[in-house]
């Protein structure tokens, strides 16, 4: 079976979960080979990380030399092991890196590239992948025509599954370019931890937006009760009340849980297309016109400020 | 200095989008603009510009490729501030993917660099439409150039651009030397609107609608024939059906609403 390619999502050697999901994913369509490009101190944890989820191969690149630079070095680093592989697929991870590094091997490999796939399967002649377009309100099916699929996957697209992987390490050393090492990161601030679950990995997003008059200790109280994450609509960010990274919808994060609550918050289109794809939606507005309840399972119509403490001390009681 | 940007023109958002028999983005019965977030970039190139200083002379070209339509996509950057326009539009350009677009619209920018050498091109985050967030990488690797993308704030220094940029992990600064390929977001500052003496001047500037021929690609290179990938089939997302919505009155609705959440076990 031909080899696929999966570039480990990790942070500073801790592998992160859409990493198993892709490697699942890889299970589909050959044999899952993993790339991580990473410290070689750190590469030891991430393998054996990386054998429970069934990597048969790991390729280990020392980043000794091109950590401090932006993608274009680990474009060039995958492109070489492609060459050596004659990979199936090549699968990335649907960051913003991750789609970088996808368009520069696409132009490298001169290769088909298909962004953002929420499912990927095995079809006849290559891997046909499901992305959601317009905001969430159509799917497509696609596949790649040309050279090597380089699919970029988004978080939950697939349940992790574990099983057991050998897990040889090939160490590979990756030529870079100095082209390649234009672009160099001069300081990098990491993110506070709130302590809850990755915003596009939970399974429960609370999200508050302009509604909230700019204080979220309700919308975070209730994240907290009912163990998810917080988002947030760009108002809600723009105001500068809550960081960036929250941020949900087309130019923020796309999520899809289990379930979505929103708080004080319209239901623009583009604050849709981050969220439209939840399994169940849940919104409390004042405006009983608001367009986010054509999306919802379950409505209040109602003022924020009296809606979310009573429920967070009733879910705090019934689970207690 | 010598500034590109790339501006796309793209289906209103807020409009009902369609596909063709072709499995292509209609994108002529339905209204179009300027992307918005490309916007962002116009004036962040306009900034650099004006930072530099009257003395410095620097030119703002703004470039899109895309059927005639395209053309007010690059009026409106003129309007708002750019210098010089360049619209390529080909009949074969249709249905590119982002392969083929970013293979015109880096020979565009070849060729406006053999007039004189381009500095920097600045592009939006993404496509308003297709959104894929990859012409700009795609760019700097066929130019051969550093790409600082996603910025939220831009320094320039002579021949030193400094970006900030929120990444999923952590916040970082970016430092490059011109040439490159910028990227920046929807958080970098409100873009300009164009005033009546920038509509007016607008229609005196230079523009260059420029065919295939011209810039040196064939008609063989691009299109959806030769796309690299393809869509097999679309769906329309079935409409939710109308959930259960209740008027709060003295706590009934978060009564009703933990009773909802413990019904589907998310208690
Ligand atoms: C190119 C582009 C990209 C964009 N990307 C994004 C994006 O990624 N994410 C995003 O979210 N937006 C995005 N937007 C902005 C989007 O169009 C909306 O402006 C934004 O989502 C509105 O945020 P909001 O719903 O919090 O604010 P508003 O639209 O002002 O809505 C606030 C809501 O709160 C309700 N409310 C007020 N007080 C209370 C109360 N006490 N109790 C209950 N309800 C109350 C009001 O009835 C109202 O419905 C983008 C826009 C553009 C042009
Ligand atoms: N047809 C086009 N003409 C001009 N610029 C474009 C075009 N397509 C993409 N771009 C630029 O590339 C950015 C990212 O586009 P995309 O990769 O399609 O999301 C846009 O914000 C534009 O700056």
């Excluded at chain 1, 050393?173 to 709130?194: E, N």
């Amino acid at each position: 079976m031909t080899e696929i390619l999966v570039l480990v999502d990790h942070l500073d050697g801790a592998v992160r979960k859409p990493a198993y999901e892709l490697l699942t994913i890889a299970r589909r369509l050959g044999t899952p080979s993993a790339v991580f490009i990473g410290g070689a101190d750190k590469a030891a944890g991430a393998v054996e990380s990386l054998k429970k989820y069934g990597a048969e191969k790991v390729y280990v690149v020392d980043d000794a030399q091109l950590k401090s630079y932006l993608v274009a070095p680990k474009a060039e680093a995958l492109q070489q092991i492609a060459a050596q592989a004659s990979p199936g697929a090549i699968l990335i991870t649907s960051s913003g890196e991750g789609k970088e590094i996808a368009g520069r091997l696409a132009i490298k490999l001169e290769s088909g590239l298909i962004t953002d796939a929420v499912d990927v399967q095995a079809g006849d002649g290559g891997p046909v992948t499901t992305q959601s377009v317009f905001a969430g309100s159509y799917t497509v099916q696609a596949k790649v025509t040309t050279g090597t699929p380089i699919i970029t996957v988004k978080p939950n697209a697939a349940a992790p599954e574990e099983v057991a992987g050998a897990g040889a390490v090939e160490q590979f050393a990756a030529t870079v370019s100095d082209a390649a090492k234009g672009a160099q990161i001069v300081a990098s601030q990491p993110r506070q931890s709130t302590g809850r679950p990755e915003l596009t990995e939970a399974a429960i997003v609370v999200s508050g937006g302009r509604g909230t008059g700019g204080d979220f200790s309700e919308v975070e109280s209730l994240a907290d009760a009912l163990g998810g994450a917080v988002g947030a609509s760009r108002a809600a960010v723009d105001s500068g009340w809550v960081p960036h990274s929250t941020q949900v919808g087309q130019t923020g994060k796309t999520v899809s849980p289990q379930l979505y609550i929103a708080a004080g918050i319209s239901g623009a289109i583009q604050h849709r297309a981050g969220m439209q794809t939840s399994k169940t939606i849940v919104a409390i507005n004042k405006d009983e016109e608001a367009p986010i309840f054509e999306l919802v399972d379950f409505g209040v119509v109602g003022d924020l400020k009296a809606v979310l403490p009573a429920v967070t001390e009733q879910v705090t009681a019934r689970k207690g | 200095m010598n500034i590109v940007v790339c501006v796309k023109h793209v289906p209103d958002s807020t409009a009902d989008w369609q596909f063709e028999s072709d499995n292509t983005v209609d994108r002529v019965s339905v209204d179009g603009l300027l992307s918005e977030l490309d916007e962002y970039a116009v004036e962040q190139a306009l900034q650099v510009k004006e930072k530099q200083g009257d003395a410095a002379e620097v030119t703002v070209t703004a470039l899109s490729v895309g059927p005639e339509k395209a053309a007010d996509a690059v009026r409106k950057a003129l309007q708002m501030g750019a210098d010089k326009g360049v619209h390529v539009v080909d009949d074969a350009i249709a249905g590119s993917d982002a392969i083929a677009t970013s293979l015109v619209l880096a020979k565009a920018i070849e060729k406006l660099g053999a007039e004189s050498k381009v500095d920097l091109v600045v592009c939006g985050m993404a496509s308003t439409d297709g959104g894929m967030s990859v012409v700009p990488a795609m760019l700097a690797e066929r130019l051969a150039l550093p790409q600082v993308t996603l910025a939220s704030v831009i320094e320039t220094q002579g021949a030193q651009v400094r970006i900030k940029r929120d990444g999923d992990v952590a916040t970082e600064v970016i430092g490059a030397t011109l040439p490159i390929v910028l990227s920046v977001t929807d958080q970098s500052g409100e873009a300009r609107y164009p005033s009546f003496k920038g509509i007016m001047a607008a229609k005196k500037k230079p523009f260059d609608t420029l065919s295939l021929g011209d810039i040196g690609v064939d008609a063989g290179q691009v299109g959806l024939s030769v796309a690299y990938s393809a869509v097999e089939a679309t769906e329309a997302r079935p409409p939710r059906t109308a959930g259960e919505i209740v008027t709060d009155e003295d706590g009934s609705g978060a009564k009703a609403l933990v009773d909802f959440l413990a019904g589907k076990k998310f208690i």
